[in-house]
């Protein structure tokens, strides 16, 4: 069974903080992703990377930066973190290629005041 | 550009009602098309996929059918219960690129009353 952990579940910052998003996968998978999701806008890319040192720009990138340190780990950076940042933050990994099956983590809910 | 529209944003039904979720994408060739179901506290997770036109795809009860004539992927249950109470996300994978992309919809929740 595919195994994508999060942490931390949530998170609470402030405005210019510095906070960042880890994601785990034991799964021997290439792709990792973040998304993020909001109510009315559904799951949007933010970064996602098909290797260790690979980093691939998503459909929402701006504010975030993100790093891939190894196979199994996938990082998210918020460095000046704003409100508009608030949101339910998801990791997924998939083998890679074309129709690949997402297998995603359970998510961090990140709160910036 | 790919996308995927899903009509309804929130859906609320009884127990034993017949459930449709319309999916209508946009994208050349013939990308993978998903339904992934999100419970409460948890990630999405797949339903089912398809492929080629025609295929059908199923999972718990669920179904929907691959329909390039309509460019569509509706989501189908006869009769739903109150477990099925979750956020639904039409996707799809485009065919002719050489890297892992996926385009979601923006989910409908469906709520289930006993």
């Known amino acids: 069974e595919a195994a994508v952990t999060q942490s931390p579940r949530n998170k609470v910052t402030v405005t210019g903080g510095n906070v960042t998003l880890s994601c785990r996968q034991t799964?021997?998978?290439?792709?990792m992703y973040w998304y993020r999701q909001d109510t009315g806008h559904g799951l949007r890319l933010i970064h996602y990377?098909?290797?260790?040192?690979?980093?691939q720009i998503g459909d929402v990138p701006d504010g975030y930066k993100a790093t891939r340190t190894t196979q199994e780990d996938f990082f998210l950076l918020l460095e000046l973190a704003s409100p508009s940042q608030t949101s339910l933050y998801f990791c997924?990994?998939?083998?890679?290629?074309?129709?690949?099956?997402?297998?995603f983590g359970s998510g961090t809910r990140l709160t910036v005041l | 550009g790919d996308s995927v529209t899903q009509t309804e944003g929130q859906v609320a039904l009884s127990e034993e009602d017949f459930l449709t979720i319309h999916c209508n994408y946009s994208?050349?060739?013939?990308?993978?098309l998903f339904w992934y179901v999100q419970y409460p506290g948890e990630g999405p997770q797949l339903l089912f996929r398809?492929?080629?036109?025609?295929e059908k795809g199923s999972s718990r009860g669920f179904e929907a059918t691959y329909d390039k004539g309509t460019t569509s992927f509706h989501l189908r249950k006869a009769s739903v219960q109150e477990s099925d109470s979750a956020v639904y996300y039409c996707?799809?994978?485009?065919?002719?690129?050489?890297?892992?992309?996926?385009?979601f919809g923006k989910g409908t929740s469906l709520t289930v009353i006993p």
């Open positions: 799964n021997s998978h290439n792709y």
């Open positions: 990377s098909y290797g260790a040192g690979n980093l």
């Open positions: 997924a990994s998939s083998p890679g290629g074309c129709a690949e099956t997402l297998y």
């Open positions: 994208a050349s060739g013939y990308p993978t």
């Open positions: 996707a799809l994978s485009p065919s002719n690129t050489g890297y892992q992309n996926f385009y």
């Open positions: 398809a492929s080629r036109d025609k």
